[in-house]
């Protein structure tokens, strides 16, 4: 069974940071674009860093470029999110997702079929 489970979310001071995990299971992660996503409320869907399959490449949404970190434990099947300097307007439920490798070869804007649930970070005082 193709699942991805997020965890690691949760309520977090301003200025905090978190670390997100993405626990595959029925895929391997080494082999697929890995993406980070977050959805706030009232909010579209929007991608934050994607790592490429057995991490050639890693790709990073402007606005959170220099907050935020992908990586991956291959031994765990797992990808992570590290997120830093944590603002309320971080608030939102973040998801993974995973899709086979593309001949666009921007993990960034790839067609993501596989998605974990969410997990939500919420930043406040």
């Known amino acids: 069974q193709l699942q991805l489970v997020e965890s690691g979310g949760g309520l977090v001071q301003p200025g905090g940071s978190l670390r997100l995990s993405c626990a595959a299971s029925?895929?391997?992660?080494?082999?697929?674009?890995v993406g980070w996503f977050r959805q706030a409320p009232g909010k579209k869907r929007e991608v934050l860093a994607c790592?490429?399959?057995?991490?050639?490449?890693?790709g990073y949404e402007d606005s959170v470029r220099n907050r935020v970190t992908i990586s991956s434990d291959s031994a765990r099947n797992t990808v992570y999110l590290q997120m830093f300097s944590l603002k309320p307007e971080d608030t939102a439920v973040f998801y993974c997702?995973?899709?086979?490798?593309?001949?666009?070869?921007?993990?960034?804007?790839?067609?993501?079929?596989?998605w974990g649930q969410g997990t939500q970070v919420t930043v406040s005082s």
């Open positions: 997702a995973a899709v086979l490798p593309t001949p666009v070869g921007n993990c960034l804007i790839a067609d993501y079929s596989i």
């Open positions: 790592i490429s399959n057995n991490e050639r490449i890693k």
């Open positions: 029925g895929i391997d992660l080494d082999q697929h674009y």
